[in-house]
Protein backbone atom coordinates (compact mmCIF):
# COMPACT_ATOMS: atom_id res chain seq x y z
CA UNK A 1 0.00 0.00 0.00
CA UNK A 2 1.57 3.63 -1.03
CA UNK A 3 2.43 5.80 1.84
CA UNK A 4 0.48 9.48 1.73
CA UNK A 5 3.30 11.95 1.77
CA UNK A 6 2.49 14.70 4.55
CA UNK A 7 2.98 18.23 5.07
CA UNK A 8 2.05 21.20 7.01
CA UNK A 9 -0.68 22.96 4.68
CA UNK A 10 1.01 25.72 2.50
CA UNK A 11 4.72 24.60 3.27
CA UNK A 12 7.20 22.31 1.67
CA UNK A 13 6.97 18.73 1.35
CA UNK A 14 10.65 19.13 2.28
CA UNK A 15 10.72 21.61 5.12
CA UNK A 16 14.61 21.55 5.30
CA UNK A 17 15.67 21.48 1.93
CA UNK A 18 17.86 24.21 1.15
CA UNK A 19 15.86 26.66 -1.12
CA UNK A 20 18.59 27.96 -3.72
CA UNK A 21 18.47 31.79 -4.27
CA UNK A 22 21.08 34.48 -5.64
CA UNK A 23 21.98 38.03 -5.05
CA UNK A 24 22.87 39.37 -8.26
CA UNK A 25 24.69 42.90 -8.45
CA UNK A 26 23.61 43.94 -11.91
CA UNK A 27 26.73 46.57 -12.08
CA UNK A 28 27.41 49.40 -14.64
CA UNK A 29 30.68 47.72 -15.73
CA UNK A 30 30.58 44.68 -13.52
CA UNK A 31 28.23 42.55 -12.74
CA UNK A 32 28.31 39.08 -10.18
CA UNK A 33 25.98 36.25 -9.17
CA UNK A 34 26.51 35.19 -5.43
CA UNK A 35 24.70 32.77 -3.13
CA UNK A 36 25.18 30.82 0.60
CA UNK A 37 27.02 27.88 0.23
CA UNK A 38 27.60 25.96 3.69
CA UNK A 39 26.03 29.01 5.38
CA UNK A 40 28.83 31.23 3.42
CA UNK A 41 27.86 33.52 1.04
CA UNK A 42 30.30 33.66 -1.98
CA UNK A 43 30.33 34.95 -5.44
CA UNK A 44 29.97 32.18 -7.99
CA UNK A 45 32.43 31.65 -10.82
CA UNK A 46 32.10 31.07 -14.38
CA UNK A 47 33.27 27.35 -15.83
CA UNK A 48 36.81 29.61 -16.44
CA UNK A 49 37.04 30.68 -13.20
CA UNK A 50 36.16 33.70 -13.53
CA UNK A 51 34.02 35.59 -11.38
CA UNK A 52 33.29 39.24 -12.72
CA UNK A 53 31.13 39.24 -15.60
CA UNK A 54 31.72 42.33 -17.64
CA UNK A 55 28.39 44.11 -18.15
CA UNK A 56 28.82 44.16 -22.04
CA UNK A 57 26.47 42.32 -24.62
CA UNK A 58 27.60 41.99 -28.56
CA UNK A 59 24.49 41.13 -30.88
CA UNK A 60 25.66 39.40 -34.22
CA UNK A 61 23.44 39.48 -37.55
CA UNK A 62 23.03 35.69 -37.50
CA UNK A 63 21.00 36.41 -34.12
CA UNK A 64 23.97 34.99 -31.52
CA UNK A 65 24.71 36.95 -28.61
CA UNK A 66 27.83 37.14 -26.80
CA UNK A 67 28.00 38.11 -23.16
CA UNK A 68 30.61 38.96 -20.47
CA UNK A 69 34.67 39.15 -22.01
CA UNK A 70 34.17 37.62 -25.20
CA UNK A 71 31.83 40.48 -26.15
CA UNK A 72 34.15 43.40 -24.71
CA UNK A 73 37.10 41.97 -27.18
CA UNK A 74 34.87 43.12 -29.79
CA UNK A 75 34.08 46.84 -28.00
CA UNK A 76 36.39 48.84 -30.60
CA UNK A 77 36.05 46.55 -33.26
CA UNK A 78 32.22 46.50 -33.62
CA UNK A 79 31.35 48.95 -31.39
CA UNK A 80 27.47 50.09 -32.50
CA UNK A 81 26.85 46.37 -31.78
CA UNK A 82 28.79 45.64 -28.82
CA UNK A 83 26.54 47.42 -25.95
CA UNK A 84 28.88 48.81 -22.51
CA UNK A 85 27.70 50.57 -19.81
CA UNK A 86 23.85 49.94 -20.16
CA UNK A 87 23.10 50.61 -16.56
CA UNK A 88 23.45 53.98 -17.25
CA UNK A 89 20.28 54.41 -19.76
CA UNK A 90 18.26 52.36 -17.85
CA UNK A 91 15.05 54.52 -16.83
CA UNK A 92 16.53 57.25 -19.69
CA UNK A 93 13.73 58.80 -22.10
CA UNK A 94 14.72 58.96 -25.93
CA UNK A 95 15.45 62.69 -25.49
CA UNK A 96 17.93 62.05 -22.25
CA UNK A 97 19.30 59.63 -24.09
CA UNK A 98 20.17 61.69 -27.33
CA UNK A 99 21.63 64.22 -25.06
CA UNK A 100 24.14 62.20 -23.70
CA UNK A 101 26.69 62.54 -26.68
CA UNK A 102 30.00 60.52 -26.24
CA UNK A 103 28.71 58.92 -23.05
CA UNK A 104 26.26 56.94 -25.66
CA UNK A 105 28.31 56.72 -28.41
CA UNK A 106 25.02 54.25 -30.09
CA UNK A 107 22.67 54.70 -32.57
CA UNK A 108 18.96 55.46 -31.30
CA UNK A 109 15.46 55.22 -32.17
CA UNK A 110 12.52 55.96 -30.18
CA UNK A 111 9.26 53.75 -29.63
CA UNK A 112 5.86 55.06 -28.54
CA UNK A 113 6.52 54.34 -25.26
CA UNK A 114 9.37 56.98 -25.25
CA UNK A 115 11.87 53.94 -24.74
CA UNK A 116 15.30 54.65 -26.43
CA UNK A 117 16.30 51.26 -28.46
CA UNK A 118 19.49 50.79 -29.71
CA UNK A 119 19.87 49.78 -33.39
CA UNK A 120 21.98 46.99 -33.75
CA UNK A 121 21.95 44.44 -36.56
CA UNK A 122 19.96 41.74 -34.64
CA UNK A 123 17.40 44.43 -34.42
CA UNK A 124 16.30 47.22 -32.29
CA UNK A 125 17.28 46.62 -28.70
CA UNK A 126 15.92 48.68 -25.42
CA UNK A 127 18.36 48.76 -22.47
CA UNK A 128 15.50 46.46 -20.69
CA UNK A 129 16.53 43.87 -23.07
CA UNK A 130 20.34 44.31 -22.40
CA UNK A 131 19.83 43.99 -19.16
CA UNK A 132 17.97 40.85 -19.08
CA UNK A 133 20.64 39.12 -21.64
CA UNK A 134 23.32 40.09 -18.88
CA UNK A 135 20.90 38.34 -16.07
CA UNK A 136 20.09 34.99 -17.95
CA UNK A 137 24.23 34.78 -18.26
CA UNK A 138 24.20 35.14 -14.41
CA UNK A 139 21.39 33.22 -13.95
CA UNK A 140 22.52 30.65 -16.36
CA UNK A 141 26.01 30.20 -14.22
CA UNK A 142 23.80 30.02 -11.08
CA UNK A 143 22.23 27.38 -11.77
CA UNK A 144 24.91 25.39 -13.15
CA UNK A 145 27.00 25.85 -10.34
CA UNK A 146 24.26 24.97 -7.22
CA UNK A 147 23.01 22.31 -9.22
CA UNK A 148 19.25 23.14 -9.60
CA UNK A 149 16.73 25.59 -10.30
CA UNK A 150 16.53 29.22 -8.55
CA UNK A 151 13.39 30.35 -6.55
CA UNK A 152 14.34 33.55 -6.92
CA UNK A 153 16.78 36.65 -6.61
CA UNK A 154 17.48 39.67 -4.65
CA UNK A 155 18.52 42.75 -7.53
CA UNK A 156 20.65 45.53 -6.52
CA UNK A 157 19.83 49.07 -7.53
CA UNK A 158 22.06 52.42 -6.96
CA UNK A 159 20.56 53.60 -4.06
CA UNK A 160 19.58 57.02 -6.53
CA UNK A 161 17.92 54.89 -9.04
CA UNK A 162 14.39 56.20 -9.13
CA UNK A 163 10.79 54.18 -9.79
CA UNK A 164 11.21 54.37 -13.59
CA UNK A 165 14.82 52.80 -13.19
CA UNK A 166 13.55 50.09 -10.40
CA UNK A 167 10.48 49.51 -12.57
CA UNK A 168 13.02 49.06 -16.16
CA UNK A 169 15.47 46.85 -13.10
CA UNK A 170 12.33 44.62 -12.48
CA UNK A 171 11.15 44.29 -16.59
CA UNK A 172 14.65 43.12 -17.21
CA UNK A 173 14.37 40.46 -14.73
CA UNK A 174 11.02 39.44 -15.86
CA UNK A 175 12.39 39.51 -19.80
CA UNK A 176 14.86 36.93 -17.59
CA UNK A 177 12.31 34.48 -15.98
CA UNK A 178 14.10 35.94 -12.64
CA UNK A 179 11.63 35.67 -10.17
CA UNK A 180 12.59 39.06 -8.10
CA UNK A 181 12.46 38.20 -4.20
CA UNK A 182 13.35 42.41 -3.38
CA UNK A 183 14.93 45.33 -4.94
CA UNK A 184 18.01 46.16 -3.02
CA UNK A 185 19.86 49.38 -2.97
CA UNK A 186 23.65 49.07 -3.37
CA UNK A 187 24.95 50.49 -0.12
CA UNK A 188 22.28 48.77 2.38
CA UNK A 189 23.76 45.02 0.61
CA UNK A 190 27.35 45.91 1.38
CA UNK A 191 26.21 46.87 5.03
CA UNK A 192 24.39 43.53 5.29
CA UNK A 193 28.27 42.24 4.33
CA UNK A 194 30.27 43.82 6.18
CA UNK A 195 27.62 45.05 10.02
CA UNK A 196 26.03 42.01 10.03
CA UNK A 197 29.43 39.89 9.75
CA UNK A 198 31.36 42.14 12.24
CA UNK A 199 28.35 42.64 14.61
CA UNK A 200 29.10 46.46 14.90
CA UNK A 201 26.62 48.47 16.06
CA UNK A 202 26.22 52.30 15.24
CA UNK A 203 26.64 54.90 12.28
CA UNK A 204 28.16 53.28 9.22
CA UNK A 205 29.04 54.94 5.88
CA UNK A 206 29.36 52.96 3.11
CA UNK A 207 30.92 54.89 0.24
CA UNK A 208 30.24 53.07 -3.19
CA UNK A 209 32.51 54.30 -6.47
CA UNK A 210 31.10 51.76 -9.12
CA UNK A 211 32.17 51.55 -12.34
CA UNK A 212 29.52 54.22 -13.99
CA UNK A 213 27.46 55.56 -10.31
CA UNK A 214 29.14 57.20 -7.43
CA UNK A 215 26.76 56.65 -3.72
CA UNK A 216 27.21 57.34 -0.17
CA UNK A 217 25.02 56.22 1.79
CA UNK A 218 24.94 56.90 6.03
CA UNK A 219 23.16 53.75 7.94
CA UNK A 220 22.99 53.52 11.94
CA UNK A 221 22.58 49.46 12.55
CA UNK A 222 21.35 48.59 15.60
CA UNK A 223 20.15 44.92 17.14
CA UNK A 224 20.11 43.81 13.63
CA UNK A 225 18.39 46.23 12.38
CA UNK A 226 19.60 48.47 9.43
CA UNK A 227 18.06 52.01 9.10
CA UNK A 228 19.00 54.23 6.00
CA UNK A 229 19.60 57.72 7.81
CA UNK A 230 20.35 59.33 4.32
CA UNK A 231 21.80 58.63 0.37
CA UNK A 232 23.65 60.68 -1.94
CA UNK A 233 25.84 60.66 -4.60
CA UNK A 234 26.38 61.74 -8.80
CA UNK A 235 24.63 58.85 -10.33
CA UNK A 236 26.67 60.16 -13.49
CA UNK A 237 30.33 60.02 -11.79
CA UNK A 238 31.97 56.69 -11.47
CA UNK A 239 34.99 54.90 -12.79
CA UNK A 240 34.39 55.10 -16.47
CA UNK A 241 34.75 59.02 -15.74
CA UNK A 242 38.06 58.56 -14.37
CA UNK A 243 39.62 56.48 -17.44
CA UNK A 244 37.81 59.10 -20.25
CA UNK A 245 39.77 61.90 -18.07
CA UNK A 246 43.12 59.71 -18.30
CA UNK A 247 42.06 58.66 -22.08
CA UNK A 248 41.58 62.45 -22.87
CA UNK A 249 44.84 63.74 -21.68
CA UNK A 250 46.96 60.15 -23.63
CA UNK A 251 45.22 61.35 -26.19
CA UNK A 252 46.13 65.26 -26.44
CA UNK A 253 49.79 64.08 -24.83
CA UNK A 254 50.23 62.08 -27.82
CA UNK A 255 48.18 64.56 -30.60
CA UNK A 256 46.04 61.37 -31.41
CA UNK A 257 42.95 62.93 -33.20
CA UNK A 258 39.53 60.81 -32.19
CA UNK A 259 37.81 60.45 -35.20
CA UNK A 260 35.60 57.57 -34.51
CA UNK A 261 34.09 55.67 -31.96
CA UNK A 262 36.61 52.90 -32.63
CA UNK A 263 39.83 55.03 -31.66
CA UNK A 264 37.74 56.45 -28.44
CA UNK A 265 36.76 52.87 -27.54
CA UNK A 266 40.20 51.57 -27.51
CA UNK A 267 41.87 54.31 -25.82
CA UNK A 268 39.42 53.65 -22.93
CA UNK A 269 40.30 50.69 -22.56
CA UNK A 270 43.89 51.31 -22.88
CA UNK A 271 42.93 54.15 -19.91
CA UNK A 272 41.76 51.31 -17.62
CA UNK A 273 44.39 49.41 -17.87
CA UNK A 274 47.07 52.23 -17.13
CA UNK A 275 44.25 53.48 -14.05
CA UNK A 276 44.25 49.76 -12.85
CA UNK A 277 48.42 48.69 -12.47
CA UNK A 278 49.16 52.95 -11.46
CA UNK A 279 46.76 51.52 -8.22
CA UNK A 280 50.60 49.26 -7.29
CA UNK A 281 52.74 51.02 -9.15
CA UNK A 282 54.31 54.45 -9.15
CA UNK A 283 54.26 54.96 -13.36
CA UNK A 284 53.24 52.96 -16.01
CA UNK A 285 54.64 52.45 -19.89
CA UNK A 286 51.51 52.50 -21.98
CA UNK A 287 52.41 51.15 -25.58
CA UNK A 288 49.06 52.64 -28.27
CA UNK A 289 49.22 51.10 -31.71
CA UNK A 290 46.40 52.85 -33.73
CA UNK A 291 46.74 51.74 -37.28
CA UNK A 292 50.14 51.93 -38.99
CA UNK A 293 51.31 54.20 -36.13
CA UNK A 294 52.80 53.16 -32.58
CA UNK A 295 53.16 55.21 -29.43
CA UNK A 296 54.58 54.73 -26.28
CA UNK A 297 53.84 57.40 -22.91
CA UNK A 298 55.18 57.06 -19.41
CA UNK A 299 52.37 57.68 -17.30
CA UNK A 300 53.03 58.71 -13.44
CA UNK A 301 50.62 57.88 -10.60
CA UNK A 302 51.12 61.67 -10.12
CA UNK A 303 49.79 62.90 -13.06
CA UNK A 304 47.24 60.76 -12.83
CA UNK A 305 46.25 61.43 -9.44
CA UNK A 306 46.01 65.65 -10.48
CA UNK A 307 43.68 64.71 -13.43
CA UNK A 308 41.25 62.81 -11.35
CA UNK A 309 41.52 64.91 -8.08
CA UNK A 310 38.46 66.61 -9.27
CA UNK A 311 35.95 63.84 -9.71
CA UNK A 312 37.28 62.44 -6.41
CA UNK A 313 36.54 65.85 -4.64
CA UNK A 314 32.72 66.12 -5.90
CA UNK A 315 32.38 62.38 -4.04
CA UNK A 316 33.64 64.09 -0.96
CA UNK A 317 31.21 66.84 -1.55
CA UNK A 318 28.77 64.86 -1.70
CA UNK A 319 29.74 62.42 1.47
CA UNK A 320 29.58 66.00 3.10
CA UNK A 321 25.72 66.47 2.08
CA UNK A 322 24.66 63.17 3.07
CA UNK A 323 26.19 63.52 6.47
CA UNK A 324 24.48 66.54 7.00
CA UNK A 325 21.21 65.50 6.15
CA UNK A 326 21.41 62.47 8.26
CA UNK A 327 21.67 65.06 11.32
CA UNK A 328 25.42 63.16 12.31
CA UNK A 329 29.16 64.08 11.80
CA UNK A 330 32.10 62.75 10.48
CA UNK A 331 33.10 62.06 13.70
CA UNK A 332 29.62 60.26 14.88
CA UNK A 333 30.64 57.65 11.96
CA UNK A 334 32.41 54.58 13.49
CA UNK A 335 32.74 52.61 10.61
CA UNK A 336 33.63 53.51 6.81
CA UNK A 337 32.93 50.73 4.09
CA UNK A 338 34.33 50.90 0.72
CA UNK A 339 32.60 49.29 -2.29
CA UNK A 340 33.17 49.17 -6.26
CA UNK A 341 36.28 48.45 -8.11
CA UNK A 342 37.22 52.16 -8.67
CA UNK A 343 38.07 52.20 -4.45
CA UNK A 344 41.01 50.39 -5.03
CA UNK A 345 42.58 53.78 -6.44
CA UNK A 346 44.71 54.59 -3.88
CA UNK A 347 43.90 58.54 -3.75
CA UNK A 348 40.07 57.68 -3.32
CA UNK A 349 41.04 55.56 -0.50
CA UNK A 350 43.27 58.54 1.10
CA UNK A 351 40.92 61.00 0.50
CA UNK A 352 37.93 58.81 1.86
CA UNK A 353 40.30 58.00 5.11
CA UNK A 354 40.81 61.59 5.31
CA UNK A 355 37.45 63.21 5.63
CA UNK A 356 36.16 60.48 7.82
CA UNK A 357 39.36 60.43 10.00
CA UNK A 358 39.32 56.72 9.78
CA UNK A 359 40.86 54.12 7.46
CA UNK A 360 38.18 52.24 5.60
CA UNK A 361 37.15 48.99 5.77
CA UNK A 362 38.54 46.96 2.29
CA UNK A 363 38.32 43.39 4.32
CA UNK A 364 35.83 42.52 1.40
CA UNK A 365 36.98 42.57 -2.32
CA UNK A 366 35.32 45.65 -3.41
CA UNK A 367 33.92 44.11 -6.46
CA UNK A 368 31.96 41.12 -4.50
CA UNK A 369 30.80 43.27 -1.43
CA UNK A 370 27.30 43.51 -2.64
CA UNK A 371 26.85 40.84 -4.67
CA UNK A 372 27.64 39.03 -1.03
CA UNK A 373 25.23 41.06 0.69
CA UNK A 374 22.49 40.64 -1.90
CA UNK A 375 22.98 36.91 -1.25
CA UNK A 376 22.99 36.95 2.52
CA UNK A 377 19.60 38.60 2.09
CA UNK A 378 18.15 36.37 -0.90
CA UNK A 379 18.80 33.78 1.79
CA UNK A 380 17.10 35.02 4.33
CA UNK A 381 14.30 36.12 1.83
CA UNK A 382 13.75 32.38 0.44
CA UNK A 383 13.18 31.24 3.54
CA UNK A 384 16.17 29.17 4.55
CA UNK A 385 17.09 31.33 7.54
CA UNK A 386 13.31 31.37 9.13
CA UNK A 387 14.63 32.59 12.37
CA UNK A 388 16.30 35.66 11.20
CA UNK A 389 15.74 38.59 12.74
CA UNK A 390 17.73 41.06 9.96
CA UNK A 391 15.64 43.97 8.71
CA UNK A 392 16.63 46.24 6.09
CA UNK A 393 15.22 49.97 6.20
CA UNK A 394 15.61 51.82 2.84
CA UNK A 395 14.62 55.31 2.28
CA UNK A 396 12.78 57.19 -0.99
CA UNK A 397 15.38 59.30 -2.11
CA UNK A 398 13.36 61.79 -3.22
CA UNK A 399 9.78 63.23 -2.21
CA UNK A 400 6.65 62.02 -2.83
CA UNK A 401 3.30 63.97 -2.89
CA UNK A 402 1.08 65.64 -5.12
CA UNK A 403 -0.46 68.98 -6.38
CA UNK A 404 -2.85 71.16 -4.69
CA UNK A 405 -4.83 74.70 -5.75
CA UNK A 406 -2.49 77.61 -6.89
CA UNK A 407 0.14 74.44 -8.80
CA UNK A 408 1.58 73.53 -4.87
CA UNK A 409 3.50 70.66 -4.09
CA UNK A 410 1.96 68.82 -0.67
CA UNK A 411 4.25 66.52 0.33
CA UNK A 412 2.78 63.08 1.18
CA UNK A 413 6.40 60.87 2.07
CA UNK A 414 9.35 62.92 3.00
CA UNK A 415 12.81 62.53 1.11
CA UNK A 416 14.98 59.83 3.20
CA UNK A 417 11.83 58.14 4.70
CA UNK A 418 12.18 54.57 5.38
CA UNK A 419 10.39 52.05 2.82
CA UNK A 420 7.98 49.92 2.68
CA UNK A 421 6.11 52.93 4.06
CA UNK A 422 2.42 54.06 3.60
CA UNK A 423 1.57 57.52 4.50
CA UNK A 424 -2.24 59.03 4.35
CA UNK A 425 -3.65 62.93 4.53
CA UNK A 426 -6.98 64.20 4.00
CA UNK A 427 -7.82 67.08 1.39
CA UNK A 428 -11.35 68.67 0.52
CA UNK A 429 -13.48 70.07 -2.12
CA UNK A 430 -12.43 73.52 -3.32
CA UNK A 431 -15.89 74.55 -5.30
CA UNK A 432 -18.98 74.04 -4.15
CA UNK A 433 -21.28 71.05 -5.42
CA UNK A 434 -18.06 69.79 -6.49
CA UNK A 435 -18.33 65.71 -8.03
CA UNK A 436 -14.73 65.06 -9.07
CA UNK A 437 -11.20 65.76 -8.28
CA UNK A 438 -8.25 65.27 -10.45
CA UNK A 439 -5.30 63.65 -8.90
CA UNK A 440 -1.52 64.71 -9.89
CA UNK A 441 1.24 63.08 -7.70
CA UNK A 442 4.35 64.37 -8.15
CA UNK A 443 7.98 63.89 -6.99
CA UNK A 444 10.66 66.23 -5.79
CA UNK A 445 11.71 68.63 -3.10
CA UNK A 446 10.91 72.33 -4.29
CA UNK A 447 7.67 73.87 -3.42
CA UNK A 448 6.09 74.18 -6.92
CA UNK A 449 4.95 71.70 -8.97
CA UNK A 450 6.23 73.32 -11.91
CA UNK A 451 9.82 72.46 -10.85
CA UNK A 452 9.07 68.74 -9.79
CA UNK A 453 8.62 65.62 -11.66
CA UNK A 454 5.35 64.88 -12.87
CA UNK A 455 4.74 60.70 -11.76
CA UNK A 456 0.94 60.10 -12.83
CA UNK A 457 -2.40 61.53 -12.57
CA UNK A 458 -5.63 60.18 -12.08
CA UNK A 459 -9.21 61.12 -11.05
CA UNK A 460 -12.01 60.10 -8.31
CA UNK A 461 -15.74 60.64 -9.51
CA UNK A 462 -18.29 60.19 -7.66
CA UNK A 463 -17.91 62.50 -5.16
CA UNK A 464 -21.71 63.40 -3.58
CA UNK A 465 -22.59 67.27 -4.25
CA UNK A 466 -21.75 69.44 -1.06
CA UNK A 467 -20.38 72.74 -0.08
CA UNK A 468 -16.67 73.46 -0.95
CA UNK A 469 -14.78 72.22 2.10
CA UNK A 470 -17.22 69.63 3.37
CA UNK A 471 -16.05 66.13 1.64
CA UNK A 472 -13.33 64.37 2.93
CA UNK A 473 -11.18 62.80 0.40
CA UNK A 474 -8.37 60.43 1.66
CA UNK A 475 -5.28 60.23 -0.45
CA UNK A 476 -3.04 57.32 0.68
CA UNK A 477 0.43 56.95 -0.66
CA UNK A 478 2.05 53.56 -0.66
CA UNK A 479 5.89 52.63 -1.08
CA UNK A 480 6.98 48.72 -1.35
CA UNK A 481 9.69 47.22 -0.28
CA UNK A 482 10.91 48.02 -4.05
CA UNK A 483 10.73 51.28 -3.66
CA UNK A 484 7.45 51.30 -5.99
CA UNK A 485 4.62 53.66 -5.13
CA UNK A 486 0.82 53.30 -5.22
CA UNK A 487 -1.89 56.01 -4.43
CA UNK A 488 -5.12 55.73 -3.91
CA UNK A 489 -7.50 58.32 -3.09
CA UNK A 490 -11.07 57.88 -0.68
CA UNK A 491 -14.07 60.30 -0.20
CA UNK A 492 -15.15 59.31 3.10
CA UNK A 493 -19.00 59.96 2.84
CA UNK A 494 -19.43 57.67 0.49
CA UNK A 495 -16.85 55.51 0.27
CA UNK A 496 -16.03 56.15 -3.69
CA UNK A 497 -12.67 55.23 -4.39
CA UNK A 498 -10.01 55.40 -7.04
CA UNK A 499 -6.41 54.17 -7.20
CA UNK A 500 -3.50 53.90 -9.32
CA UNK A 501 -0.06 51.60 -9.62
CA UNK A 502 2.46 54.30 -10.89
CA UNK A 503 3.97 52.83 -13.43
CA UNK A 504 6.74 55.54 -14.50
CA UNK A 505 7.96 56.96 -17.46
CA UNK A 506 11.38 56.80 -18.69
CA UNK A 507 11.77 60.30 -18.61
CA UNK A 508 13.76 60.99 -16.10
CA UNK A 509 17.82 60.17 -15.47
CA UNK A 510 19.33 59.23 -12.27
CA UNK A 511 21.72 62.40 -12.88
CA UNK A 512 18.49 64.94 -12.52
CA UNK A 513 17.86 63.21 -8.91
CA UNK A 514 21.00 64.53 -7.59
CA UNK A 515 20.35 68.13 -9.87
CA UNK A 516 16.88 68.27 -8.51
CA UNK A 517 18.37 67.76 -4.47
CA UNK A 518 20.58 70.79 -5.00
CA UNK A 519 18.08 72.87 -6.87
CA UNK A 520 15.73 72.58 -3.88
CA UNK A 521 18.86 73.67 -1.57
CA UNK A 522 19.75 76.71 -3.91
CA UNK A 523 16.32 78.05 -4.08
CA UNK A 524 15.38 77.14 -0.73
CA UNK A 525 14.68 80.63 0.37
CA UNK A 526 12.43 81.85 -3.21
CA UNK A 527 10.58 78.51 -2.43
CA UNK A 528 9.33 79.49 0.57
CA UNK A 529 8.35 82.98 -0.87
CA UNK A 530 6.73 81.41 -3.91
CA UNK A 531 4.61 78.81 -1.86
CA UNK A 532 3.72 81.70 0.89
CA UNK A 533 2.96 83.68 -2.24
CA UNK A 534 0.57 81.18 -3.94
CA UNK A 535 -1.06 80.15 -0.94
CA UNK A 536 -2.39 84.23 -0.33
CA UNK A 537 -3.51 84.15 -3.64
CA UNK A 538 -5.48 80.65 -3.66
CA UNK A 539 -6.92 81.73 -0.45
CA UNK A 540 -7.48 85.06 -2.05
CA UNK A 541 -9.01 83.25 -5.28
CA UNK A 542 -11.74 80.80 -2.59
CA UNK A 543 -13.02 84.52 -1.30
CA UNK A 544 -13.26 86.02 -4.46
CA UNK A 545 -15.41 82.98 -6.19
CA UNK A 546 -17.18 82.12 -2.89
CA UNK A 547 -18.63 85.91 -2.64
CA UNK A 548 -19.42 86.52 -6.37
CA UNK A 549 -21.56 83.38 -6.63
CA UNK A 550 -23.52 83.98 -3.75
CA UNK A 551 -23.65 87.54 -4.80
CA UNK A 552 -25.39 85.64 -8.11
CA UNK A 553 -27.94 83.85 -5.60
CA UNK A 554 -29.46 86.36 -3.68
CA UNK A 555 -27.47 90.03 -3.63
CA UNK A 556 -30.03 91.94 -4.66
CA UNK A 557 -32.47 90.55 -1.69
CA UNK A 558 -30.12 91.49 0.97
CA UNK A 559 -28.03 93.73 -0.02
CA UNK A 560 -29.30 97.95 -0.97
CA UNK A 561 -27.61 99.21 -3.90
CA UNK A 562 -24.79 101.06 -2.07
CA UNK A 563 -23.86 98.04 0.04
CA UNK A 564 -23.56 95.65 -2.96
CA UNK A 565 -21.70 98.50 -4.95
CA UNK A 566 -19.24 98.91 -1.81
CA UNK A 567 -18.29 95.08 -1.54
CA UNK A 568 -17.91 95.12 -5.43
CA UNK A 569 -15.48 97.57 -4.94
CA UNK A 570 -14.09 95.21 -1.86
CA UNK A 571 -13.26 92.60 -4.10
CA UNK A 572 -11.96 94.11 -7.23
CA UNK A 573 -9.50 95.74 -4.90
CA UNK A 574 -8.43 92.41 -3.88
CA UNK A 575 -8.33 91.12 -7.39
CA UNK A 576 -5.64 93.53 -7.85
CA UNK A 577 -3.86 92.49 -4.94
CA UNK A 578 -4.19 89.50 -5.74
CA UNK A 579 -2.51 89.45 -9.44
CA UNK A 580 0.91 90.97 -7.38
CA UNK A 581 3.31 89.97 -5.93
CA UNK A 582 3.39 91.52 -2.30
CA UNK A 583 2.13 88.79 0.07
CA UNK A 584 1.29 90.83 3.02
CA UNK A 585 -0.57 93.16 0.99
CA UNK A 586 -2.78 90.04 -0.92
CA UNK A 587 -3.41 89.13 3.57
CA UNK A 588 -4.42 92.58 4.70
CA UNK A 589 -6.67 92.54 1.10
CA UNK A 590 -8.31 89.20 2.18
CA UNK A 591 -9.16 90.74 5.61
CA UNK A 592 -10.88 93.43 4.54
CA UNK A 593 -12.70 91.78 2.14
CA UNK A 594 -13.58 89.46 5.06
CA UNK A 595 -14.19 91.90 7.21
CA UNK A 596 -16.32 94.05 4.74
CA UNK A 597 -18.75 90.87 3.67
CA UNK A 598 -19.16 90.05 7.13
CA UNK A 599 -22.63 91.69 7.46
CA UNK A 600 -23.96 90.13 4.68
CA UNK A 601 -22.81 86.81 5.24
CA UNK A 602 -24.57 86.93 8.94
CA UNK A 603 -27.79 88.00 6.94
CA UNK A 604 -27.43 85.46 4.63
CA UNK A 605 -27.41 82.72 7.31
CA UNK A 606 -30.49 84.29 9.11
CA UNK A 607 -32.13 84.42 5.85
CA UNK A 608 -31.71 80.49 5.10
CA UNK A 609 -32.23 79.73 8.51
CA UNK A 610 -35.92 81.63 8.31
CA UNK A 611 -36.00 80.04 5.31
CA UNK A 612 -36.08 76.58 6.49
CA UNK A 613 -38.20 77.26 9.58
CA UNK A 614 -41.02 78.59 7.35
CA UNK A 615 -44.03 76.99 7.58
CA UNK A 616 -43.60 74.37 10.39
CA UNK A 617 -44.65 74.97 13.99
CA UNK A 618 -42.90 74.54 17.28
CA UNK A 619 -44.57 71.52 17.77
CA UNK A 620 -43.43 70.00 14.57
CA UNK A 621 -39.90 70.83 15.05
CA UNK A 622 -39.99 69.08 18.59
CA UNK A 623 -41.72 66.22 17.48
CA UNK A 624 -38.88 65.84 14.47
CA UNK A 625 -36.03 65.91 17.20
Known amino acids: MALLQIAEPGQSEAPHQHKLAVGIDLGTTNSLVASVKSGEAVTLPDFKGEHLLPSVVRYMPCGNIQVGAEA ?16 RL ?34 AKSPVQVSADILESLVFRAEEALGGELVGAVITVPAYFDDAQ ?79 ALAQWMAEQLQIEVSDNSISRYLLEKAKWVKEQLS ?24 FDALVLPLVKKTIRACRRALKDAAVDAVDVLEVVMVGGSTRVPLVRAEVQAF ?100 ARFELRGIPPMAAGAAKIRVTFQVDADGLLGVEAKELTSGVESRI ?100 ASRRMDFNIQKALQGHSVDELGESK
Open 72 to 87: RTFASEDPYNTIISVK
Open 90 to 123: MGRGSEEVNALGDEAPYHFESNDGGMPYIKTTAG
Open 166 to 244: RQATKDAAKIANIKVLRLLSEPTAAAVAYGLDQGKEGVIAVYDLGGGTFDISILRLNKGVFEVLSTGGDSALGGDDLDL
Open 280 to 303: DADEVEALISLGEENYSLTVTRHQ
Open 356 to 455: FGREPHIKIDPDRVVAIGAAIQADVLAGNKPDSDMLLLDVIPLSLGLETMGGLTEKIIHRNTSIPVARAQEFTTYQDGQTAMAIHVVQGERELVSDCRSL
Open 501 to 600: QVKPSYGLGDAEIAEMLKASYLNAAEDKDARALREQQVEADRLIVSLKDALSVDGEKLLNADEREQLGWEIEKLVVLRNGSDVIAIEQGISALSKASDEY
